[in-house]
């Protein structure tokens, strides 16, 4: 059987709880073959152990659909997949679809996090997790309810397993004590990857009180900085909780343990406390594999009531306090340091009540699991194809590469062209191509691959769109020339729309806190000059623009009101122009044409105006009748040596990366709305036309350098790789990337 998660020596929970149940399902049959699957969030890996036999970096989407296939050519009976959000790449860990909806033997998920109140993203994932899984594992009772009630998913295929525990002996004073601490010291512990999120803060500010009536407590923080964390903001977090002891006069009290421990280190800390606590900050933790460790060890625990925690310590095993309230919790600390015998006795309860949760008990429940699993696999196997067919049907995407992005970016910003692969001074820089790339760029974090150097290219596009923007007209200018000199005081219509949609994107999606500040001030800042614009295409964009503003800024009814406005000028204009066999808002089809359509359905979507909807896939549809090559299939955009004027005929050349971009996203859009998977399907095909499913049977994209070709003509294709097709080609990739494993397939 396999094993789906983080491994160790990977730092973190759910890499401990994998390698764990791996130890504890050979402890229960020694001669059961179980490896690992490990889930990589850098590069280079980890130095793993001989049981993880195949590794999947994160971001790596075609990764997924090989570690299917080796599962699927290994002769493995069972999959246990550990499902956190947080550890797979994609929109919220989407990515994973794609390897689950490909196996070819049962499949039993373990789930880490269940949100009473999903969005719609994880609610679908676990919900497509449920249809592809035997079983679905959870570690509490309210997770049972939740998946029942929340996501509909039947009690039979629900099973209730707790974490596992390891099995340390009940010691009044235990000898491992005299490692830590003086025999006339009290030691309170909290242990785990450190981040905001543990609200430690709350302990500190409780200490002066319990230091005040027991001077001899000792306050153990054990655990090193969230290995995220500290690659995004450092030590910051460690560091305040030291300046506020210091501030409060208990720096002497608190030690910090800022190492990841090994098992054995570990219980010996815990096996040494004399009180455990986990201040968290809100009760949305569904389980808590610390909490499961003291409790198993028959800790005397004090806690906030998250969820776990209510469960956990219900019947006297445990105290809770209230959220973010220091007195209360140095009040139930203080009155337990006062009554040992109570302390004794909350000890003995909990300590009895996880004796079933031992590692060997939880590795007997999960054989037990995969043997019903398999059973119901072979009674019912269900509709998936057959494994020869799987590459047919979702073929392999090409790696996200931003290579010949990176290489056409300077301290300035973008530039605009390239002679062939070589980045073209001449022309400097744009406002266009700038918003693109920011775009891009967060996209591809939100996606996973979310490292420094993808932060530092968002920073230029930024601060290139921030010196663009004209305080004094409330416009941006547009082109720059190498040497930094603005060439206008203000640019186009279409700049201006598109630097606010990529604004939007970072203020509603962004991660950098300074970048998200920046770019939400600069987007309020640039809103007015909406009121006058008549361009169809300016509106489009500045709506794309706030409906990513609006996921981050939902209560901004300023703003939803002008998303209205601008929908419903854009829907005027079609009705204006618009008939059954024109199906379009000028006299003339040109250029970014499917970004018309893409906004009416997001505004549309975004007010719940089901009419505004209904528009835009009906223009979708008109795009699509006529720029699907009928006999061929593929995708056939109009090309701009003359356009399609209403009266005249369709120009086949030269046809433009932009436009394919523009119809994946529109189909993307048109995804949402509906849930109609031929929008993906149109999508796809949209998309390959960079990959030579065109008129000429020719690749635009450039695996080797990762650029696009700038057009494709009447007698081959422009070999010049500059800014706009490439950053085309990048943003159509992101999309399907997006799509891909949140499809029902």
């Known amino acids: ?39 990589n969030d850098r590069q280079e890996g980890y130095e793993y152990p001989p049981a993880v036999r195949f590794q999947i970096n994160q971001s790596k989407l075609n990764d997924y659909s090989r570690a299917a296939d080796y599962l699927n050519t ?38 880490h996090t269940l949100l009473r109140d999903p969005g719609p993203l994880e609610h679908r994932i676990v919900t497509e997790l449920g249809q592809l899984s035997e079983t679905l594992v959870v570690m509490s009772e309210r997770g049972r309810k939740f998946l029942r009630e929340t996501y509909r998913v039947p009690d039979s295929k629900i099973t209730l397993i707790h974490h596992g525990i390891p099995d340390i002996p009940f010691l009044d004073q235990d000898p491992c004590r005299s490692k830590f601490v003086a025999d006339d010291k009290i030691m309170i512990l909290t242990f785990g990857l450190l981040s905001p999120g543990k609200g430690i803060e709350y302990m500190v500010d409780a200490l002066p009180d319990i230091v005040r009536a027991h001077p001899q407590v000792q306050y153990f923080v054990v655990g090193a900085t969230h290995p995220h964390l500290k690659a995004e903001s450092g030590e910051d977090y460690r560091l ?17 343990y800022d190492r990841f421990l090994d098992r054995d280190d570990l219980l010996e800390m815990i096996r040494a406390a004399d009180l455990y606590v986990t201040p968290y900050l809100n009760e949305a933790q569904i389980v808590s594999g610390t909490l499961a460790y003291a409790l198993g060890a028959g800790k005397a625990v004090v806690s906030t009531p998250y969820w776990h925690a209510q469960e956990m310590l219900a019947d006297d095993r445990g105290r809770l306090v209230p959220f ?73 995407l090409p790696q996200i590469n931003l290579q010949h992005v990176r290489l056409m970016t300077d301290g ?68 720059m020339s190498y040497d930094r000199k603005w060439l206008e005081q203000t640019g186009s219509e279409d700049a201006h729309g598109r630097a606010l949609w990529a604004l939007g994107v970072v203020a509603g999606h962004g991660f950098n ?134 009266s005249g005929t369709r120009a086949q050349y030269d046809q433009q990366p932009l436009e394919a971009a523009a119809m994946v996203a529109a189909c993307a859009e048109a995804h949402a709305c509906t849930g109609d998977d031929e929008w993906v399907q149109l999508a796809s095909t949209c998309f390959n036309w960079y990959l ?43 999309d399907i990337y997006n799509l891909r494993g949140l499809t029902t397939g």
């Open 513 to 646: 806190q300074g970048q998200v500040a920046v770019a939400t001030d600069l987007f309020r800042d640039a809103l007015p000059a909406l009121e006058h614009f008549p361009d169809s295409r300016a509106i489009a964009f500045s709506v794309l623009g706030i409906q990513a503003y609006l996921l981050k800024n939902g209560e901004d009814h300023e703003v939803r009101e002008l998303m209205k406005t601008l929908g419903d000028r854009l829907r005027n204009r079609f009705r204006q122009y618009a008939t059954d066999e024109w199906c379009w808002h000028e006299e003339t089809l040109t250029y970014d044409n499917g970004r018309l359509p893409q906004a009416l359905m997001a505004c549309g979507r975004a007010i719940g105006d089901d009419d505004m909807v209904s528009l835009g896939l009906r223009v979708l549809t008109w795009l699509r009748d006529i720029q699907i090559d009928s006999p061929g299939g593929w995708f056939s955009p109009v090309g701009n040596h003359g356009w399609y004027p209403r």
């Open 74 to 111: 290994s002769h493995v009976d069972v999959v246990c997949l550990q499902h956190e959000y947080g550890i797979f790449g994609g929109q919220r860990g989407s990515f994973i679809i794609e390897l689950a909806r490909s196996l070819q033997m049962p499949l039993v998920t373990t789930l």
């Open 240 to 256: 305040s909780l030291h300046h506020r002891a210091e501030q409060l006069g208990v720096a002497e009290n608190i030690i910090f």
């Open 412 to 479: 300035t910003g973008m530039l605009q062209h390239a002679k062939y692969t070589v980045p073209d001074r001449a022309h400097g820089y744009c406002v266009d191509d700038n918003a693109r790339a920011l775009i891009a760029v967060n996209m591809a974090q939100a996606l996973g691959t979310a490292d420094a150097p993808l932060t530092e290219l968002s920073a230029i596009y930024l601060s290139f769109l921030d010196d663009a923007f004209n305080h004094d007209t409330g416009r941006f200018r547009n082109f």
């Open 692 to 734: 030579g499913n065109n008129d000429q049977r020719i690749k635009l994209y450039d695996h080797t350098g990762g650029g696009c070709r700038d057009g494709l003509h009447c007698n081959g294709v422009n070999e010049n790789r500059g800014a706009e097709s490439t950053l085309s080609y990048v943003l159509s990739l992101l």
């Open 324 to 396: 973010k309230d220091p007195r209360a919790l140095a009040a139930t600390v203080n009155e337990l340091l006062e009554c040992p015998e109570e302390r004794y006795a909350m000890r003995t309860r909990a300590y009895e009540y996880c004796r079933p949760m031992v590692m060997a008990e939880m590795g007997r429940h999960y054989l037990e699991a995969f043997t019903a699993a398999k059973a119901r696999y072979v009674q019912a196997p269900g509709e998936r194809p057959a494994l020869e067919t799987l590459g047919e049907r979702e073929p392999r």
């Open 1 to 39: 059987m396999a094993l789906i998660g983080n491994y160790l020596p990977r730092q973190c929970g759910i890499a401990t709880f994998t390698t764990d149940l791996a130890a504890a399902i050979v402890e229960n049959d020694p001669d059961i073959d179980c490896f690992a699957v490990a889930m």
